[in-house]
């Protein structure tokens, strides 16, 4: 029996099989946007621009950043840089950050989920 994405949430560590077309593919399901790959379980997440990429986006981070080494930070379809402020705050945290490309984060964060790694994802939807 697949898992549900019920209220924007699905519990548990799963890799990202697919992107684009404006969503992901993950745990047997679809979801049109942009989502947060945490060690609780994949979010949905309301930011559509690197831009709107602020601590506010990253509340749901901060609550889990004791389980979180890095954050990879998907941008879209072009590596968009974040503010200093952000990753000196995530610093602070004990969160390393790194910035690229949607795909590009999708594909690391599975292999680093694979090896057992602290990561989480917060990625923009491509469309």
Do not use: C
Not at 46 to 70: C, F, H, N, W, Y
């Amino acid at each position: 029996m697949a898992a549900r994405f019920e209220d924007g949430f699905l519990p548990g560590r799963w890799p990202i099989d697919a992107y684009g077309n404006g969503g992901f593919r993950f745990g047997d399901m679809s979801h049109r946007g942009s989502i947060l790959v945490l060690p609780s379980g994949i979010r949905a997440w309301d930011v559509t621009e690197p831009g709107a990429i602020d601590r506010a986006a990253l509340r749901p981070v901060q609550a889990e950043a004791g389980s979180i080494e890095l954050l990879l930070v998907g941008t879209g379809a072009e590596i968009a840089a974040l503010p200093p402020t952000l990753r000196a705050w995530l610093k602070d945290m004990g969160v390393g950050l790194d910035t690229m490309q949607t795909g590009a984060a999708a594909r690391t964060y599975n292999i680093l989920v694979g090896e057992n790694r602290k990561v989480a994802a917060a990625l923009v939807a491509v469309p």
